[in-house]
């Protein structure tokens, strides 16, 4: 399996851009976190999604940030406008109840200028 | 408000010696507690879990100690190796099985095994 894929790895953008991350779970695992690490914050919930519905969403900083997961094998999440604090590395997990925990993506390292 | 605590940014250990790790919590409500690694560059994996009905859970080299009463969990790697240099997050999670709602996690502890 090639375990949970997210593109690009890196993102260095404008303030004001639009930008998005995608990820791809672990075929067969209904369930789909993004998480964002910074250094103030540490790694914090953003959203996740339990068969593509999303289920807490409390974790997004701003309506500048929405996420959206169309099939089970695909999810985005979109920063519009970008802000120079957005800067941070975002992963994404997916999990299976046959799984014995959240397998993590490599992450995208974000920098807005 | 962190309601995961990893006081400890950094630790550095001694090859062949024990590192501990520790983590506290506040939320009553966590049932279910998880220890991620993270190199860098690469995202966390899951290292060792361990439910809120035991108070200790062993893996190899690693062990997971819970006291519930104090709010208190901690790692044990022992001996400890090289390739244990990484970061260390400790996270916790709800009532509902290990994975199933988001993960609320520590700031991370970065473990460094000296030679």
């Known amino acids: 399996d090639a375990g949970v894929i997210q593109s690009p790895r890196h993102e260095v953008t404008e303030m004001g851009q639009e930008v998005t991350l995608r990820c791809k779970p672990i075929?067969?695992?209904?369930?789909l976190f993004w998480y964002r690490q910074t250094m103030m914050r540490g790694l914090e919930l953003l959203i996740y999604?339990?068969?593509?519905?999303?289920?807490?969403d409390s974790g997004m900083p701003e309506d500048r940030f929405s996420a959206k997961m169309p099939n089970a094998s695909f999810s985005t999440l979109k920063i519009q406008p970008s802000e120079p604090r957005d800067s941070a590395v975002y992963f994404c997990?997916?999990?299976?109840?046959?799984?014995?925990?959240?397998?993590f993506g490599p992450g995208t390292r974000l920098t807005v200028l | 408000d962190q309601q995961v605590k990893q006081n400890s940014p950094s630790l550095s250990v001694q090859e062949g010696r024990i590192s501990i790790l520790n983590c506290d919590y506040t939320?009553?409500?966590?049932?279910?507690f998880l220890w991620y690694k993270k190199y860098p560059a690469e995202g966390p994996t899951f290292l060792i879990s361990?439910?809120?009905?035991?108070d200790k859970n062993e893996d190899g080299r690693f062990t997971v100690f819970l006291n519930k009463s104090a709010k208190h969990l901690s790692l044990h790697i022992v001996p400890s190796q090289p390739g244990d240099s990484a970061v260390y997050f400790c996270?916790?999670?709800?009532?509902?099985?290990?994975?199933?709602?988001?993960?609320?996690f520590g700031k991370g502890t970065h473990l460094i095994i000296q030679p």
């Open positions: 997990a997916s999990w299976s109840s046959w799984a014995d925990t959240q397998y």
């Open positions: 075929s067969g695992h209904n369930s």
């Open positions: 999604f339990n068969n593509n519905v999303p289920i807490d």
């Open positions: 939320n009553s409500m966590f049932d279910y």
């Open positions: 361990i439910s809120s009905i035991k």
């Open positions: 996270a916790a999670t709800m009532p509902s099985g290990g994975g199933a709602d988001g993960l609320t």
